[in-house]
C-alpha cells in the first residue's frame, strides 16, 4: 500500500492571529515549522471574506513552498476571483470548495452535479495551467461520477459527517464510514486520486487513514488547538504516527 501524505492545513494560525488583528501568529511561520516536522504539504484556504488567510499570506505560501520544493494545496471557491489569483500562483494543487459566507467552516461537498456547467471550465483552466485539480465533494457515488465527467484529476472526500457522528458517539459513525470507503474504491476505479479530510482528530484519523485507495489527508482545525496543549511539531508527529499505524495494520 502507498505511503499516505499528510497535507496541514494552517487557516487557523490566521484565525488566531486576525482575532486581534495582529501580525502574529504567522501562518507561514506554522508551514516552516510543520514541513520539518513531517507534513508532506500545506493546505490553505483562501475564503472570498478573507476571514482567515489573507493574500499576502498566500504569495508568502506561494514562496516559501516553491523554494523548498513542496506542494501548496489552495483551496478556493468556484468564483472569477479565486480562479485569476490560482492562476497567478499556479499552486500544485487547487482543491475546489462550496463557499457560503454565514457558515462556520465548509458544511458540505461542492454539487458537482448541478454545478457542473459552473465547475468544468474552471476544472479545464486551472489543469492546462499544470495545477492539479481536486473537488471536495460528499461520499455519494452520483458526486463521484460528476467529478469524472467535470475532468477533475483528484477528488477530496469530506469526511466531517463521519468524525462529527464519531465525536457525538452517534450509532451513523459506522454508516459514514463505509460511505467514504465505497466513495473511494469508486473514485480509484474511475482513475481518479482519492484525498479525505474536514474533522479529522486522533481518534477518526485512523479508520479512514485505513481506507487502501486514499493518498492523501489534509488535516488542520484540530491540529492547531492542539498545538496548543503539546506544540504544532508533537501534534503533527502524532497524527502522522498514527497514520502510519493505521497503514501497517491494514498491511498487516
Ligand atoms: N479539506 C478541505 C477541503 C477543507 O475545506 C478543510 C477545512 O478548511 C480541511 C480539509 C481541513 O479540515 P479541518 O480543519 O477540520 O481539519
Known amino acids: 500500500m502507498k505511503r499516505l501524505r499528510l497535507g496541514v492545513n494552517i487557516d487557523h494560525v490566521a484565525t488566531i ?12 511561520r506554522a508551514a516552516e515549522m510543520a514541513l520539518m516536522a513531517g507534513a508532506d504539504g500545506i493546505t490553505a484556504h483562501l475564503r472570498e471574506d478573507r476571514r482567515h488567510i489573507s493574500d499576502a499570506d498566500i504569495d508568502a505560501l506561494a514562496v516559501i513552498l516553491r523554494r523548498r520544493g513542496r506542494p501548496l494545496n489552495l483551496e478556493m471557491a468556484v468564483t472569477a476571483e479565486m480562479e485569476t489569483i490560482a492562476l497567478a500562483h499556479r499552486p500544485h494543487a487547487a482543491c475546489l470548495v462550496p463557499e457560503r459566507r454565514e ?4 458544511e458540505g461537498g461542492l454539487d458537482v452535479v448541478k454545478g457542473h456547467n459552473a465547475i468544468a471550465p474552471v476544472v479545464g483552466r486551472l489543469s492546462a495551467a499544470g495545477v492539479r485539480v481536486s473537488l471536495f465533494i460528499d ?11 467535470a475532468g477533475a484529476a483528484v477528488v477530496e472526500l469530506h469526511t ?18 463505509e ?26 484519523v485512523k479508520p479512514v487513514a485505513a481506507i487502501p485507495e486514499l493518498m492523501e489527508l489534509n488535516i488542520g482545525h484540530f491540529l492547531i488547538g492542539e498545538a496548543i496543549f503539546i506544540g504544532l511539531p508533537a501534534a503533527i508527529q502524532r497524527m502522522r504516527a498514527l497514520m502510519d499505524e493505521a ?6
Open 247 to 252: 497503514r501497517a495494520e491494514q498491511a498487516a
Open 103 to 106: 457558515e462556520v467552516t465548509t
Open 139 to 149: 461520499p455519494d457515488l452520483t458526486q463521484v461520477a460528476a467529478a469524472k465527467t
Open 179 to 204: 460511505a467514504l470507503k465505497t466513495a473511494a474504491a469508486e473514485a480509484a476505479r474511475l482513475g481518479l486520486e482519492v484525498h479525505a479530510g474536514h474533522g479529522i482528530d486522533y481518534e477518526t
Open 17 to 28: 492571529r486576525n482575532a486581534r488583528g495582529e501580525s502574529y501568529p504567522d501562518p507561514v
Open 160 to 177: 466531517g459527517a463521519y468524525c462529527e457522528a464519531v465525536r457525538h458517539r452517534s450509532p451513523e459513525a459506522q454508516t459514514r464510514l
